[in-house]
C-alpha cells in the first residue's frame, strides 16, 4: 500500500499484453519503494497481474545489466557508452562501405510497447536500410484473416461484452493471459451471459464459462463450418445483413453446404448435437459475440481458421452491433500515430525482409550480401524463434552481434556487445496495445536510470550524430513523442498534456463497425476475397487439415502462454526444468506418473521436464508454457520453422513429439 507522504508517479507497464494497465509508483530519495496499480485508470481500475507487480523487482534486480559489455577472449569486459557508439558507429561504417547496408540485420519484437524505443527502427532507416523481419510468431495468420474479411482487424470495448447474450471464447484463455477480460466475463455472467469455452484444453477460464467444448487442435475451422452448415440450412442467417453488407455469400453457402455436422463431428471429434446446440446457442441468443485467441492461429491452417470463424458473425449479422462481433485484434490508437518513426521510412534506400519463423536458416543461407552484422532489439528471438538449434548455430556465425536488454539473456549471451536498456520506470513514454485495450497510456519517467544507462532513444541519437546522419532527427525524446501523436491531437482536439493526464481512448468506436463501412477493397464484408485469390490462396474461408505426426513422433506438443511470465521475459531466474501437461490416459500409455522426470523428443530436438498428469489437457497432447530460457530448457529446441497459410505466422503447434520417462530415476 502506497504511503500518503510520498511522491507518486505514474508510469504504464509497457509488457506486450492484452491489458495496458497504468500503476502509480511511491517515490521517495530518488528511489521507488513500492507499486501498485492505478485505480483511475478506467479499464483495468488498478488491478495488476503478478508480471506488473515484477516491475519493481526487475529494476532494481542485482543482474541488471548496467553498462555496456563487450565479448572479449577473458570474458565480458566493462566499456563506456563513449567507446561503445564509437564501436558500433565504426563496424556499421565498415560494412556499409564494404557490404552495403543490407549487410545489417536488424531483429525487433514487441518486447516492449512503447513508442519511444521504435528510435531502433528509425536509426536503421536512416542508416540507408537493413534487413529487417517480418511474419509474426504471434498472431499474423489471424491478422492477415481479419485483414482479407474485415478490411483491418477491430475489435469491440470490452464493456460492450456485457450486451452480449452468447459469448464463444475461443482458443483465448484470459485467466492466463488477459486479466481484465476475465473480470468482465465474470460480470457477464453473474448477469446471465452464456458463455462457451471452445479449447483443446479446458484452462482455468473455464471457471467462468458454462460449458467447455474440447476440440481436437487445429481443427477449428471444421466447427466454424459445421456450425455454418447448421445455420443456413435451419434459416438462422441474417439475410438483411448479407444482403446489404456481404459479398460472396453464394459461394460461400455452396461450400458450407458440404460441410454437414457429421462430417464436422468426424473432424473435430466434438459429437454432431453439441455442434448443433453451439451454433444455435450462437445463433438464436443474439447479440453474441466471439472472442478469439491467438494459440488456434498458431498452425500450418491458422489462417483459415480464422476466417472460417469471421464468417460466423458476418452470416449471422452479429457484426456491428453491440454486444457482438468476432473480437481478435483492436488496432484503434496506432492509426493515429505517425511521426519521425514513419517519416524515416523516406530515407530507406535499400530494403530486403525475410520471414522471421525462418531466422537460423535466413542467417545461413544469404549471401548476396552474407549478413556480417545483427542488431538485437526488444526480443529474444534465441529463445522464442523455432528451431533454435540451428538458429542458435547461425547466429552464432555471424561476425558482429550486438544485443539490448535488460538481463542476459540467452541471446544477450551469444552477442559480442551488449547494450543495457533503460527500465520502464527510468524513461517517459507513451504506450499502447494493438490487442484489446482501447486505450493510449502515458508513463512519466520515475526515477533516473540506475548506473546512468542512456537509454535507447539517446542511444540511438548519439550513434546517428557520430555517423553524420545528418537526417536523422535531433531532438528531446518529448518532442519525438509529441510528433508522434500529432495526428491523434489534430483528429481529436487535443493537446500533449490532455493525453498526458487522461486515458485517451477512440470514443464512437467501441463497437467495431457499427458504420458497416468495412476497409475491404469492395466495402463490404468479403466472404469471397478477390484479394486472397490474387494471393494465391483460396478466396473463400475453407478448411484445410493441420498437419500430422509421423508415426515415431504421434504426440501434439502445444507451447500456450504461461500466467506469470510475458514470453520469457519473468523466466530470466527459473531454475527448475520446464512441466509438461498429459491426460492419465497418455501418461499411462507411456509409463508415466506424476513428477516424473522425462524426455519429450521431437526431430528438432529433445528436452528434459517433469510431468503434470493432467486431465484438463486433451489426449494425444503434450502441453508445455513456452518462454523458459535455456537454463531450465527451452521449448522451442523442439518445434519446428514452419509458417501458416497467411500472415507468415509461425505454426508452433504443428510440432510432433514423442515421450519417454526419464532413465535412471
Ligand atoms: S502484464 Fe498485462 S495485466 Fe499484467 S500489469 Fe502488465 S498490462 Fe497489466
Known amino acids: 500500500m502506497i504511503s500518503v507522504d510520498n511522491k507518486k508517479i505514474q508510469f504504464a507497464c509497457p509488457l506486450d499484453c492484452f491489458d495496458g494497465c497504468t500503476l502509480t509508483a511511491e517515490v521517495a530519495d530518488g528511489k521507488v519503494l513500492g507499486i501498485e496499480g492505478k485505480k483511475d485508470h478506467p479499464l483495468t481500475k488498478g488491478y495488476i497481474c503478478k508480471k506488473g507487480a515484477a516491475h519493481l523487482e526487475r529494476m532494481y534486480h542485482p543482474d541488471r545489466l548496467l553498462c555496456p559489455l563487450k565479448k572479449t577472449v577473458t570474458g565480458w569486459q566493462e566499456i563506456s557508452w563513449e567507446d561503445a557508439l564509437e564501436e558500433v558507429s565504426e563496424k556499421l561504417n565498415d560494412i556499409k562501405s564494404q557490404y552495403g547496408t ?10 516492449y510497447c512503447g513508442l519511444s524505443k521504435m528510435a531502433d527502427k528509425m536509426f536503421f532507416n536512416y542508416y540507408g536500410g537493413v534487413t529487417v523481419p517480418r511474419g509474426s510468431l504471434c498472431w499474423g495468420a489471424g491478422i492477415a484473416a481479419q485483414k482479407y474479411d474485415f478490411g483491418e482487424s477491430r475489435g469491440h470495448h470490452p464493456k460492450d461484452h456485457l450486451n452480449a447474450k452468447t459469448i464463444l471464447l475461443w482458443g483465448r484463455n484470459p485467466y492466463n493471459t488477459n486479466l481484465h477480460l476475465m473480470e468482465y466475463l465474470t460480470q457477464a455472467k453473474q448477469q446471465g451471459t452464456k458463455i462457451i469455452l471452445i479449447d483443446p484444453i479446458k484452462t482455468k477460464s473455464a471457471q467462468i464459462a458454462s460449458e467447455h467444448i474440447a476440440i481436437k487442435p487445429g481443427t477449428d475451422g471444421a466447427l466454424a463450418l459445421g456450425m455454418a452448415h447448421h445455420l443456413i440450412v435451419s434459416g438462422m442467417i441474417n439475410q438483411q445483413f448479407i444482403q446489404n453488407h456481404v459479398v460472396g455469400f453464394e459461394d460461400y453457402e455452396t461450400y458450407v453446404k458440404t460441410f454437414t455436422l457429421e462430417k ?23 447479440p453474441a459475440c466471439i472472442i478469439l485467441g491467438y494459440g488456434l492461429q498458431r498452425y500450418s491452417n491458422g489462417g483459415s481458421t480464422i476466417r472460417c ?12 452491433i453491440s454486444g457482438g462481433g468476432v473480437n481478435y485484434g483492436n488496432r484503434l490508437i496506432a492509426e493515429y500515430i505517425d511521426g519521425e518513426v514513419s517519416k524515416s521510412a523516406s530515407a ?46 547461425a547466429f552464432e556465425k555471424i561476425e558482429y552481434k550486438v544485443v539490448f536488454d535488460l538481463f ?50 539517446e542511444f540511438f541519437r548519439a550513434l546517428a550524430k557520430k555517423m553524420n546522419l545528418s ?21 481529436f482536439h487535443l493537446t500533449f498534456e490532455d493525453l498526458k493526464n487522461n486515458f485517451f481512448t477512440v470514443e464512437k468506436r467501441e463497437i467495431a463497425w457499427e458504420d458497416r463501412n468495412f476497409t475491404t477493397p469492395s466495402g463490404k464484408y468479403e466472404l469471397y476475397s478477390k484479394r486472397a485469390e490474387e494471393e494465391g490462396l483460396c478466396p473463400l474461408p475453407q478448411y484445410s487439415p493441420p498437419l500430422e505426426g509421423e508415426i515415431q513422433y504421434p504426440l501434439r506438443l502445444i507451447t500456450p502462454h ?47 521436464v517433469k510431468v503434470a498428469v493432467d486431465d484438463h489437457v486433451g489426449r494425444d497432447l503434450l ?42 530415476q
Open 102 to 111: 543490407l549487410a545489417v540485420l536488424h531483429y525487433y519484437d514487441s518486447g
Open 562 to 608: 504461461p500466467k506469470d511470465s510475458l514470453h520469457s521475459q519473468h523466466f530470466a531466474f527459473t531454475k527448475e526444468i520446464p512441466v509438461v501437461y498429459i491426460h492419465s490416459i497418455t501418461a499411462d500409455q507411456y509409463g508415466l506418473a506424476q513428477d516424473d522426470l522425462a524426455r519429450v523428443n521431437s526431430k528438432q530436438g529433445s528436452l528434459l
Open 348 to 393: 530507406v534506400e535499400n530494403h530486403r525482409s525475410f520471414s522471421r519463423t525462418f531466422l537460423g536458416e535466413y542467417l545461413e543461407k544469404e549471401n548476396n550480401p552474407p549478413i556480417k552484422a545483427v542488431f538485437v532489439t526488444k526480443s529474444n528471438p534465441l529463445v522464442q524463434g523455432p528451431n533454435l538449434e540451428k538458429t542458435i548455430r
Open 309 to 320: 470463424i469471421d464468417a460466423l458473425g458476418a452470416i449471422t449479422g452479429n457484426i456491428g
Open 264 to 286: 464436422a463431428a468426424a473432424v473435430t471429434g466434438i459429437d454432431a448435437d453439441t455442434i448443433r446446440q453451439l451454433a444455435e446457442d450462437y445463433g438464436k441468443d443474439q
Open 471 to 491: 537526417q536523422y532527427p535531433d531532438i528531446e525524446k518529448e518532442e519525438f513523442l509529441k510528433r508522434a501523436v500529432k495526428p491523434l491531437e489534430e483528429a
Open 623 to 664: 502441453m508445455i508454457y513456452e518462454g523458459w530460457w535455456h537454463q531450465s530448457g527451452s521449448v522451442n529446441f523442439l518445434t519446428e520453422a514452419l509458417i501458416s497459410d497467411m500472415g507468415e505466422q509461425a505454426a508452433y503447434y504443428d510440432c510432433f513429439c514423442n515421450i519417454q520417462r526419464e532413465t535412471g
Open 408 to 457: 542476459m539473456t540467452d541471446t544477450a549471451k551469444r552477442a559480442d556487445l551488449i547494450i543495457p536498456c533503460t527500465h520502464i520506470m527510468e524513461e517517459e513514454d507513451l504506450l499502447l496495445s494493438s490487442m484489446f485495450s482501447p486505450y493510449l497510456n502515458y508513463s512519466e519517467k520515475v526515477v533516473e536510470p540506475r548506473n546512468g544507462i542512456i537509454g535507447e532513444y
